[in-house]
């Protein structure tokens, strides 16, 4: 009826792929930028997981039956063994956040008849990030530090003998066989301890986070308030022969840090993957060089030797006026050297992006001579 027509043209049209002007209604929503508040809910760098072994096959029992062979034997086979349960180092990983708490292997598959053994358990493949230590009982077992890297966490258990196995001329009919065995059980405490080359170590609202925004395309939080970083933050700095060179914002450090003051010992442990370090100070306090002492003295207390690091003292602020008479006083009472730069400006950031890479190609040389391979992103 001309009715019906009339609603069909004042209808709108249907879902098509292939309409144009439904396809441009469609648009790609772009993703809400995670606050520092909400990121915390998923960074994890602690993690207590539970692992068992795959339960090894039951061997098989039966016997052969053929036409015009009566007495054929036994011919059960084997069962197969329980699968592994392996971390893995995965570079796209960067939390704990998404490895459960519990694992376990697959089974083994029960021995057949015609001696077919049973099929073995497929491996479970759990993803870590780079940088994760193994503990058991407070014990290191093992350290993930390379890509690809793995750990068996849990074997399986073995599978069992078919009947087939115990066939001997004193037992011509054997009626044995052996269930699958258990697989291994552990209780693992999985630690994140962040790699990186660089590590800005500094106290709250020196500059870090924007330094890194400036040298980098990382995002960190920045706002007018100490302890706004509450994560550490890894940016990579990009040079024109490709290079790349990860740079990683640890979260502000107070006195008596290396007593868990503070964010204490849970982001002390992140400098530690650091080969090298950078100093960021606030040259608009009075006695600049003040924090220098007493973030090399929280860092020795952590760990013998964190301090002695290749570094560089970077003097954040140098836009403002009293930054620049601080300045002057500040390369007379340090030997480190010293690059005044200004994150929000972006002032005589040149000068230690170069530097910065001076540092990393002494440490790839370094650990080239040593038979060691570097550490690349």
């Not at 606050?35 to 029992?61: C, P």
């Not at 407070?138 to 599978?159: F, K, M, N, P």
């Not at 994560?231 to 290079?243: L, T």
């Not at 403002?320 to 480190?336: D, F, G, H, P, T």
């Amino acid at each position: 009826s001309p009715w019906k027509a009339l609603l069909l043209l004042l209808s709108p049209p249907a879902f098509s792929t292939s309409c144009p002007r439904c396809a441009k209604d469609r648009r790609l929503r772009q993703k809400r930028a995670i606050s520092e508040r909400q990121l915390t809910r998923y960074f994890v760098d602690q993690r207590k997981v539970r692992v068992v072994g795959g339960q090894g096959g039951d061997g098989g029992h039966s016997f052969h039956s053929e036409p015009r062979k009566v007495f054929g034997g036994p011919d059960g086979g084997n069962g197969g063994d329980g699968g592994h349960v392996i971390f893995k180092a995965d570079q796209q990983m960067k939390s704990l956040a998404s490895v459960f708490r519990f694992y376990q292997g697959f089974r083994g598959e029960r021995g057949g008849s015609k001696n077919c053994y049973g099929a073995n358990g497929a491996h479970m493949y759990v993803k870590v990030p780079v940088g994760t230590l193994v503990k058991e009982d407070g014990e290191v077992v093992a350290d993930l530090t390379q890509h690809g890297e793995e750990y068996i966490a849990a074997h399986g258990g073995a599978g069992g003998r078919g009947n087939r196995f115990f066939l001997s001329n004193e037992n011509r009919a054997p009626k044995l066989f052996t269930p699958g065995e258990p697989g291994q059980e552990r209780v693992l405490h999985l630690e994140l301890k962040t790699t990186a080359h660089a590590g800005l170590v500094g106290f709250p609202n020196a500059g870090k986070s924007s330094l890194l925004r400036a040298i980098s395309r990382a995002k960190p939080a920045v706002a007018a308030y100490p302890f706004t970083t509450l994560n550490p933050h890894v940016g990579i700095v990009h040079y024109q022969d490709y290079e790349q060179v990860a740079v990683a914002d640890i979260p502000g450090l107070i006195k008596g840090a290396h007593q868990n003051r503070g964010l204490g010992m849970a982001f002390l442990k992140h400098i530690e993957r650091c080969r090298f370090l950078l100093y960021v100070l606030d040259l608009s306090v009075p006695q600049p060089w003040s924090q220098l002492q007493d973030l090399k003295y929280e860092l020795e207390a952590y760990e013998k030797g964190l301090s002695e690091r290749p570094c560089v003292v970077v003097g954040n602020k140098v836009d403002l006026a009293q930054s620049r008479i601080n300045l002057a006083l500040l390369r007379e009472q340090v030997a480190e050297r010293v690059i005044a730069v200004s994150a929000l400006t972006g002032d005589n950031l040149e000068e230690l992006l170069l530097h910065l890479r001076e540092l990393y190609d002494t440490y790839v040389k370094t650990e080239q001579s040593q038979g060691q391979s570097p550490v690349k992103w």
